[in-house]
C-alpha cells in the first residue's frame, strides 16, 4: 500500500469537492440539533426530573441514529471515490433501510474495541485498526450479518495494520497545524484524511 499514493490522490479527489463530502454531516447534525432543541425546549416545561429522563431518551435516541448514519455516509464517501456521486438524501434512505444492522454493527465493534481496550491499550488500538474498515464494510455489503461483517473487516486488515497505523499517524502534523487555526483548516482536513482512508479501503479490498 504505497501511502503517498494514495493521499496525493485523495487531494486530487477533495479539490473542488469539500462541500460535497461535507454536506450530508453538516445537514444530518443541524437536523439533530434543531430537533433535539426543540424537544429540549418543550421537556423544560414538565417537571424537572421527566425532563432529564426525556432529555437522557432524546440523547440516546439520537446519538443511535448518527451512529446508524455514520455508515451510510461511509457509502456516500465510497461511491465519490469511485466516480459516482449520490444526492445527500440518499444517505438517509440507505440509514433507514438498513437502520438496525448499521446499529447492530456498530455496537458490536464499539463493544470489541470497548474489552480491548480494558484489557490493555495495545489490545485495543489492534482492535481499533484491524477493524477500522466496518463502516465500508457494512455500506458495501448489507446482505451479511453483523459477525461476518466484523469478520471481513478485520481480515481486510491482515498483514496491513501496521501500515495503517502509520497512515493514520502521517496526519497528526495537519491535526496540530488545524488546531492552531482555530479548526478552520479541518474543513479541508476532514475530507482529506475520510478520502484517504477510503481509498485504502479499496485499495486492501483489490
Given at each position: ?20 463530502i ?6 444530518v ?12 425546549l418543550?421537556s423544560?416545561?414538565i417537571?424537572e ?9 432524546i440523547?440516546?435516541v439520537l ?10 455516509y461511509?457509502?456516500?464517501v ?17 440509514t433507514?433501510?438498513?437502520f438496525l ?25 489492534i482492535?481499533a485498526?484491524g477493524?477500522m474498515?466496518?463502516?465500508?464494510v457494512?455500506?458495501d455489503?448489507?446482505?451479511?450479518g453483523?459477525?461476518?461483517?466484523i469478520?471481513k ?12 497505523f502509520v ?5 497528526i ?14 474543513i ?6 475520510t ?5 485504502a ?5 483489490k
Open positions: 500500500m504505497d501511502r503517498v499514493a494514495l493521499k496525493n490522490k485523495a487531494r486530487t479527489l477533495i479539490k473542488g469537492n469539500l462541500w460535497y461535507w454536506k450530508p454531516q453538516v445537514m447534525s443541524l437536523a439533530v440539533f434543531v430537533f433535539g432543541f426543540i424537544l429540549g418543550l423544560v416545561s417537571s426530573d421527566a425532563g432529564n429522563v426525556i432529555l437522557s431518551i440523547s440516546v446519538s443511535i441514529f448518527e451512529t446508524a448514519f455514520m455508515i451510510a461511509a457509502k456516500y465510497l461511491e465519490f471515490v469511485r466516480g459516482n456521486k449520490m444526492d445527500w438524501k440518499e444517505t438517509l434512505n440507505y433507514k433501510e438498513h444492522l448499521y446499529v447492530g454493527v456498530s455496537f458490536a465493534v464499539a463493544l470489541i474495541i470497548c474489552v480491548g481496550s480494558i484489557l490493555l491499550v495495545v489490545p485495543g488500538i482492535a485498526i477493524l474498515f466496518y463502516q465500508e457494512c455500506a455489503n448489507p446482505e451479511l453483523v459477525m461476518d461483517i469478520k473487516a478485520w481480515e481486510m486488515t491482515n498483514g496491513h495494520k501496521m501500515e495503517l497512515l493514520g499517524l502521517s496526519f502534523g495537519w491535526a496540530i497545524v488545524g488546531s492552531l487555526t482555530l479548526g478552520i483548516l479541518y479541508w482536513l476532514m475530507p482529506y484524511m478520502v484517504t482512508m477510503v481509498l479501503y479499496e485499495e486492501l479490498k
